[in-house]
């Protein structure tokens, strides 16, 4: 496996803070909105978002895996 350095692991936890809060804009933008395709939208790229950070967080997480 590919260990992260400390810049790479750096940028992923900068954009795993970028995402989430995205993904809770997305959220909010769902919960008040009206039009269906709108609110399935902001929905999807909710999930789109969760799943990036999901997929990333074992290497934000394992800094274990410095070199």
Known sequence: ???LTTRELLYLED?????????KNCDYA???AIDPQLKSY???LSNE??????ATAS???NKSKLQ
């Open 1 to 3: 496996m590919h260990h």
């Open 15 to 23: 954009m795993s803070s970028l995402f989430e809060s995205i993904a």
């Open 30 to 32: 769902a919960g008040g």
């Open 42 to 44: 902001c929905q999807s």
């Open 49 to 54: 978002h969760k799943q990036w950070l999901s």
């Open 59 to 61: 290497f934000v997480t």
